[in-house]
Nanobody, 128 residues
Framework: QVQLVESGGGSVQTGASLRLACESS????????MGWFRQAPGKEREFVAG????????NYADSVRGRFTISRDNTKNTVYLQMDSLRPENTAVYYC?????????????????????WGRGTQVTISA
């Protein structure tokens, strides 16, 4: 049974940084792409960042590119999202997600439909 558990959310002020972590269990973590999505109140869930199985390829939403960094530690079965220069519009519940197919790379890791496993989410709140 695949489980994804997020941590690291919180409430900070504009311009601050947060680092989210997501620990995976139940399968061979290093074989699967991982992603972060978010959902703000009243909005649909949207892609934030993705990383392929090896960590060599990353994709970002235009709105976060240059401020957010996704990384993974396959020895710890953990994917991270470093968020810098946070803005109020980044307020959302952030979800960790795992691909359904092994060894995927490329633009597909930006697509919600490739992901079959989801964490419960962690709240990130940015105040002005």
């Amino acid at each position: 049974q695949v489980q994804l558990v997020e941590s690291g959310g919180g409430s900070v002020q504009t311009g601050a940084s947060l680092r989210l972590a997501c620990e995976s269990s139940g399968r061979t973590f290093s074989s699967y792409a991982m992603g972060w999505f978010r959902q703000a109140p009243g909005k649909e869930r949207e892609f934030v960042a993705g990383i392929n199985w090896s960590g060599k390829t990353t994709n970002y939403a235009d709105s976060v590119r240059g401020r957010f960094t996704i990384s993974r530690d396959n020895t710890k079965n953990t994917v991270y999202l470093q968020m810098d220069s946070l803005r109020p519009e980044n307020t959302a519940v952030y979800y960790c997600t795992g691909d359904q197919t092994q060894y995927r790379s490329g633009n597909a890791i930006s697509t919600q439909t490739v992901y079959g496993y989801w964490g419960r989410g962690t709240q990130v709140t940015i105040s002005a």
